[in-house]
T-cell receptor, first 114, second 111 residues
Framework: DAMVIQNPRYQVTQFGKPVTLSCSQT?????MYWYQQKSSQAPKLLFH???????NEADTPDNFQSRRPNTSFCFLDIRSPGLGDTAMYLC?????????????FGSGTQLSVL | DAKTTQPPSMDCAEGRAANLPCNHS???????VYWYRQIHSQGPQYIIH???NNETNEMASLIITEDRKSSTLILPHATLRDTAVYYC????????????FGAGTRLAVHP
């Protein structure tokens, strides 16, 4: 059974049109991460939530926002997508407070900005 | 976190052992070595991690040199489904330590 679920699997949006990607988890993990992965590149960390605390990476554009209304759900909002935001967006969860935090990834949402 | 160096690509025959090397010469005493893999169009998957002792689980074995400056991930009997990008990541323990991906090794298992 899928433990980290991302919807939709594929998303197409127009240049400048806001888009929201969603992630849910059944693991009751206290941390949720968002990564961006462009074609043929490694995943790049955008930000994460530790419980309700939001932690942004220094080089994440302001265009990218996130919400975590409860433990199970986390959203990635792209306010004005550009062509360069076409990528796979990966959600991951982890249980901080354990000695070694393993991350569990969803299957990703492939976003195409046209 | 310490930087890692991996070969960009490797080949392996099906049924043979795949040995994937990783250099992490600047690793510090409290940093662990993690391995993840990413099969095409899927999210990364945790494989194994270790500090200084060799580790084995149902997926793979991890061999860490005595000076901890390098390690090798071993898939004992590679199958076609093991074709993936394999990421070696060095990460601190406890508190918050980011999982930062490098370029990884693209392993191709062929019949």
């Amino acid at each position: 059974d899928a433990m980290v679920i991302q919807n939709p699997r594929y998303q197409v949006t127009q240049f400048g049109k806001p888009v929201t990607l969603s992630c849910s988890q059944t693991l009751n993990h206290n941390v949720m991460y968002w990564y961006q992965q462009k074609s043929s590149q490694a995943p790049k960390l955008l930000f994460h939530y530790y419980d309700k605390d939001f932690n942004n990476e220094a080089d994440t554009p302001d265009n990218f926002q996130s919400r975590r209304p409860n433990t199970s759900f986390c959203f990635l909002d792209i306010r004005s997508p550009g062509l360069g935001d076409t990528a796979m967006y990966l959600c991951a969860t982890g249980l901080r407070g354990t000695e070694n935090e393993k991350l569990f990834f969803g299957s990703g949402t492939q976003l195409s900005v046209l | 976190d310490a930087k890692t160096t991996q070969p960009p690509s490797m080949d392996c025959a099906e049924g043979r052992a795949a040995n994937l090397p990783c250099n992490h010469s600047t690793i510090s005493g409290n940093e662990y070595v993690y391995w993840y893999r990413q099969i095409h169009s899927q999210g990364p998957q945790y494989i194994i991690h270790g500090l200084k002792n060799n580790e084995t689980n149902e997926m793979a074995s991890l061999i860490i040199t005595e000076d901890r400056k390098s390690s090798t991930l071993i898939l004992p009997h590679a199958t076609l489904r093991d074709t993936a990008v394999y990421y070696c990541i060095v990460r601190g323990s406890g508190g918050y330590n980011k999982l930062i991906f490098g370029a990884g090794t693209r392993l191709a298992v062929h019949p």
